[in-house]
C-alpha cells in the first residue's frame, strides 16, 4: 500500500527559456481530526489495505497514554502488533538505527508513530528508510511534523530537517493532545506563526537566485497563519475548538511542503534562527517557542506587521522574549549572526540584510525579545 502520488511537470525559467522537470508529490489519503478519533484506527488500517502486521513506535509514557490503546484496537481487528519502545527524548541516528531493526524484524505492513515530535520523526525515517508506510499518531500539537515528510535528527551534523516521508495517514485525537502541557500547544502556534516569514523568505529567494517557488503552495502555508491569528481568541487552555484551529493549520503546513517536495513554504529565516539557537544556546527551548520569537525578529526585517504577530504570540500564551524561554541575551544575538550559517544554500532576508553583532543586538531590542 502506497501515499497518494501526483506527479506533475513544472517548467521554470533558466537563462531565459523554459526547462521542465518532473514534480513527486507524497499526500496523506486519510486525515482524523476529533474527539475521541483514536477509535477510529482500526477501520482506517483496514481500509488502506493494513490487516496482517503493524509496529507501533512510541516512547515509555506515550505508550502508557496511548500506545497501549492503539494496540488493543487493532489487535481486535485481526493485527499482529508490536511495539518498539524509545527512551531518548531527542531523535538520534542511533534511535532510528534500532527502529528500522525492528522493522526488518517484524516485517509489519506499516509502521505507526505514536507520541510527541520525536517519537513520530523516527517512526517515519525509519519506516521511510524501509519502505514501508507510516502512520501519525500524536499526542502533542507542538509542531508542523506531525503531517510533513520532513524528520529531524541529532548526529547527522545538521541541525535542520531531512527529507523521510509524508504520513498515509493522520489520526489526531483531540481529546489526547488537549491533556498534554498546554506549552506544547503555544510552541504549535509559534511553528505555525512563522509561515508569515517563511513564505516571504521563498519568493525573495526565488526573485533573487530564480529558485523554484510556487504561489499556490505558499498560500496554503501563509493561509494557515492567517487562519490562526484570526482565530487566536479560541486557543486556550482546555479549548477544543482552539485545539482544532491549531491542528488544521499544522496539518495544511505538512501538506505544503508534501506538495513543494521541499520545507521551504515553512520554513526560513526563522528556523535557520532556531536552529542556531539549539547548537549555542546550553539548554534550547521547544522548537516552535523559538520560531516564534524568530519570527517576530524577522517579520520586522521584511517590513511585516512584526506587532501583530508578538500579540497573537501573547494571546495563545506563547512565548515573546529571551527571558520568557529562559535563553540569555548573548545567545540570542549570537544566533542571529549565525543563522544565515547553518543552511548558506538558502536565501532568506538575512542574507538580504546580513546582521553584524551590534545590529543583531539593537533588533531584538527593538522588538521587545531582549531588554
Known amino acids: 500500500m502506497f501515499l497518494c502520488k501526483i506527479w506533475i511537470?513544472?517548467?521554470?525559467?533558466?537563462?531565459?527559456?523554459?526547462?521542465?522537470?518532473?514534480?513527486?508529490?507524497?499526500?496523506?489519503?486519510?486525515?482524523?481530526?476529533?474527539?475521541g478519533s483514536l477509535k477510529m484506527i482500526g477501520?482506517?488500517?483496514?481500509?488502506?489495505?493494513?490487516?496482517?502486521?503493524?509496529?507501533?513506535?512510541?516512547?515509555?509514557?506515550?505508550?502508557?497514554?496511548?500506545?497501549?490503546k492503539v494496540k488493543e484496537i487493532l489487535e481486535r481487528e485481526g493485527l499482529a502488533v508490536n511495539e518498539h519502545i524509545i527512551k531518548s527524548n531527542m531523535p538520534t541516528v542511533d534511535d532510528v538505527e534500532s527502529s528500522e531493526r525492528k522493522i526488518r524484524e517484524v516485517k509489519p505492513q506499516v509502521v505507526l508513530g505514536?507520541?510527541?515530535?520525536?517519537k513520530i520523526d523516527i517512526a517515519k525515517l525509519s519506516s521511510a528508510r524501509q519502505h514501508i508506510p507510516f502512520i501519525s499518531v500524536p499526542t502533542t500539537a507542538s509542531h508542523d511534523g506531525i503531517a510533513s515528510p520532513f524528520a529531524s535528527l541529532k548526529g547527522l551534523n545538521k541541525p535542520y530537517s531531512i527529507m523521510a516521508q509524508s504520513p498515509i495517514a493522520v489520526i489526531a485525537d483531540t481529546d489526547l493532545i488537549i491533556r498534554a502541557p498546554y506549552r506544547f500547544i503555544a510552541s504549535g502556534c509559534g511553528d505555525v506563526i512563522a509561515k508569515f516569514t517563511s513564505t516571504r523568505d521563498w519568493k525573495l529567494a526565488h526573485e533573487r537566485r530564480n529558485e523554484y517557488y510556487a504561489q499556490y503552495t505558499a498560500s496554503i502555508a501563509l493561509m494557515s497563519a492567517q487562519h490562526l491569528v484570526e482565530n487566536s481568541h479560541l486557543i486556550k487552555p482546555g479549548s477544543e475548538e482552539g485545539l482544532r484551529v491549531l491542528l488544521e493549520s499544522l496539518v495544511s503546513c505538512g501538506i505544503s511542503m508534501s506538495i513543494a517536495g521541499s520545507s521551504r513554504p515553512c520554513s526560513g529565516s526563522e528556523h535557520l534562527f532556531?536552529?542556531?539557537?539549539?547548537?549555542?544556546?546550553?539548554?534550547?527551548?521547544?522548537?516552535?517557542?523559538?520560531?516564534?520569537?524568530?519570527?517576530?525578529?524577522?517579520?520586522?526585517?521584511?517590513?511585516?506587521?512584526?506587532?501583530?504577530?508578538?500579540?497573537?504570540?501573547?494571546r495563545v500564551g506563547a512565548p515573546v522574549t529571551a527571558e520568557e524561554i529562559n535563553i540569555e541575551p548573548k545567545y540570542i544575538i549570537e544566533a542571529l549572526v549565525k543563522?544565515?550559517?547553518?543552511?548558506?544554500e538558502r536565501y532568506t532576508i538575512l542574507n538580504e540584510k546580513p546582521l553584524t553583532y551590534e545590529s543583531a543586538r539593537d533588533l531584538a531590542k527593538e522588538t521587545g525579545v531582549i531588554d
Open 274 to 314: 532556531s536552529h542556531a539557537l539549539d547548537l549555542i544556546s546550553p539548554k534550547p527551548a521547544l522548537h516552535g517557542e523559538q520560531c516564534g520569537i524568530g519570527t517576530i525578529m524577522m517579520a520586522f526585517l521584511h517590513g511585516l506587521d512584526w506587532r501583530l504577530i508578538r500579540e497573537t504570540l501573547r
Open 339 to 344: 543563522a544565515p550559517k547553518i543552511r548558506p
Open 9 to 35: 511537470k513544472i517548467f521554470f525559467k533558466v537563462d531565459g527559456g523554459l526547462s521542465l522537470r518532473i514534480h513527486r508529490m507524497q499526500l496523506p489519503r486519510e486525515i482524523i481530526i476529533g474527539k
Open 43 to 68: 477501520s482506517i488500517c483496514n481500509d488502506l489495505g493494513f490487516n496482517k502486521g503493524a509496529l507501533i513506535v512510541t516512547g515509555e509514557r506515550t505508550f502508557n497514554v496511548a500506545g497501549q
Open 114 to 118: 505514536v507520541g510527541g515530535g520525536t
